[in-house]
Structure formats: structure tokens, C-alpha cells
Nanobody, 121 residues
Framework: VQLQASGGGLVQAGGSLRLSCAAS????????MGWFRQAPGKEREFVAT????????YYGDFVKGRFTISRDNAKNTVYLQMKSLKPEDTAVYYC???????????????WGQGTQVTVSS
């Protein structure tokens, strides 16, 4: 599956953004989907994951209710709604597809190109 992330941009602290990840192929609904992020000089960090049918979601500890992952299998798209953004959320955000929802990047086989999120203070 090929993935294309979009929706990043520059936002002030406290603002919101919604990231989208569009997938190609007819098997999107069979994949668990995840979002990760990577800030300069830091390791890739787990943000959120969702099961194939949306029935299960998991989040990184830092999210604390600010982000929501969702998917629309009819549109082959997964979303990450981000609210109450902080400067420390600044990073490149990547979407990924894998066999099961997981919080580690090795569980995912396909990755999008990433979209930059910058939160100004």
C-alpha cells in the first residue's frame, strides 16, 4: 500500500490541525494504521494507532487526550485530529500501515513521506 500524508503546517500554540493520510490500493481496510513523528535530532516517536475497523485505538503517553485518530475505509484515509498543540509537538508526522495496531515502528511495513507540523509559541 502506498501512503500520502498531508495537512501539516504552521499553527500557534493552542491551535488545531487535522492530518490526513490517503492510501492507494484496495486492501486499505485490512491494515492497521499508525501515526509517528520525528523531531530534529530525536528518534521516531509513536503517536497513535488504529485497528483495521477503527474498533481499537491507542495513543502515545504524551497525547493526553489532545489527539484523535480515526479512519474512513470507504475513502482509504486515516486522520489525526490534533488539538491544544504545543511547541514540543513540532515534528514531521508520518503515517504507516501494518498488520496490527502497535506502538513501535517495526510493526509497520509501509510509510508515507511525512508532513511537517510546526507549532509556534
Amino acid at each position: 500500500v502506498q501512503l500520502q500524508a498531508s495537512g501539516g503546517g504552521l499553527v500557534q500554540a493552542g491551535g488545531s490541525l487535522r492530518l490526513s493520510c490517503a492510501a492507494s490500493g484496495r486492501t486499505f481496510s485490512s491494515y492497521a494504521m499508525g501515526w509517528f513523528r520525528q523531531a530534529p535530532g530525536k528518534e521516531r516517536e509513536f503517536v497513535a494507532t488504529i485497528s483495521w475497523n477503527g474498533g481499537s485505538t491507542y495513543y502515545g503517553d504524551f497525547v493526553k487526550g489532545r489527539f484523535t485518530i480515526s479512519r474512513d475505509n470507504a475513502k482509504n484515509t486515516v486522520y489525526l485530529q490534533m488539538k491544544s498543540l504545543k511547541p514540543e509537538d513540532t515534528a514531521v508526522y508520518y503515517c504507516a500501515a501494518g498488520g496490527m495496531p502497535a506502538g513501535y515502528h517495526r510493526a509497520y511495513d509501509s510509510w508515507g513521506q511525512g508532513t511537517q507540523v510546526t507549532v509556534s509559541s
